[in-house]
């Protein structure tokens, strides 16, 4: 465990806890009414209460034969009635079954269910039940899935395919949910140039742009794009005011030190920005802070360090803005498949793979390397000041627990 924590240099914990307090502290409030065919992706502004019982009424597990089981002597039994899915039953003759299918409704007196393969017809069209019975068996109770009243998804929900799927199951047809969050995002650096355009000499493509705007917009975001700040103040300043309404500026680049951190100063001068040395690798510099009342992140340049800070930073504040509760990703154990000989004083976060039930890093680590990232499934997380053996315990977190 880490016992090398330096002075100056902020542990990814107290980092999170900084950002998901100032996050709570600007939610997002606002809340709109959608269409259940529109709320992919968004957050539930309500908890959504079932207005009925699931399943509405006792119906068939199986295709088969419903009975009452106390009637049953155990001679064949004349079948009374059919019962499809969508059909409405007629109460159970005594002293018969009745022929029934997967989902349709139990007739009123019928309480177990024979799947058709452990049954007889005989010549007399009469079923015989070949196999002992148990009360019950293959009826899906009548709300065992959710009773009228139940809060099925709390506030907060964020609405993916499963609770859209139930959400549809309750009948429910229009959600009330938080309002998108609107995002600027901002790439510095006299360096880049969009892709489509030629390079110049000492030029390279803007990466980080993409990527994040992309995963913005998973995330359920408003995206303003607001392209590359060109390393220079009045620009810079000229850019930063017209914005417009936005929830969060998020810029990457420019926020070491560095001599063209433009941005860094047209931040300040209308707004408050911190400098933050983390202990994470990559992705050491990060920028935090507000302009015009406006919250700012200003993430590392290297895109892997981009991708690092957004996805253990950036996201889990954007969601907690939203109301959502749970905003980590989860990460198993899993044996290393790799050597770290030396102790680090960052945390590290691997681009790696899971083969053969083992985790095994990208050979190049470089904060400036995003093709890692693109043959990786996940971060291997190695703690500060610890070594690692082949079999060694290092958790794993999945990018797909980031991504969406
Ligand atoms: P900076 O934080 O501005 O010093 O940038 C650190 C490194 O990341 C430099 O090599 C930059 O060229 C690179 N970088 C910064 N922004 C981007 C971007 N949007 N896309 C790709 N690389 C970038
Ligand atoms: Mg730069």
Redesign the pocket.
Known sequence: MSNCEQPGLMPVEAALQRLLAMAEATPIVETQRVALAEAAGRVLAEPLIAGLDLPPWPNSAMDGYALRLADWTGEPLPVSQRIQAGSAPEPLQAGSCARIFTGAPMPLGADTVEMQENVVLGDDGRIRFSEPLQLGQNVRAQGQETRIGDEVLPVGTRLGPIELGLVASLGIAELSVRRRMRVAVL???D??VEPGQPLGPGQ??????RLLIAWLQRLGCAVVDAG?LVDDLERTRAALAALGDVDLILS?????V?E?DFLGVALREEGELALWKLAIKPGK?LTCGHFRGVPVIGL????A??LVTFALLARPYLLRRLGVQRVEPLGFNVPAGFVWGKPGKRREYLRARLENGRVLPYPNQS??VLRSAAWAEGFAEVLEGTTLAIGDTVRFIPLSEVLG
């Open positions: 790439s510095t650096g360096e880049l390279i493509y803007n990466s980080n742009r590359i990457t680049g420019g926020v070491s560095g063209a510099p590392p340049g290297n895109p360090s981009t904060s400036g």
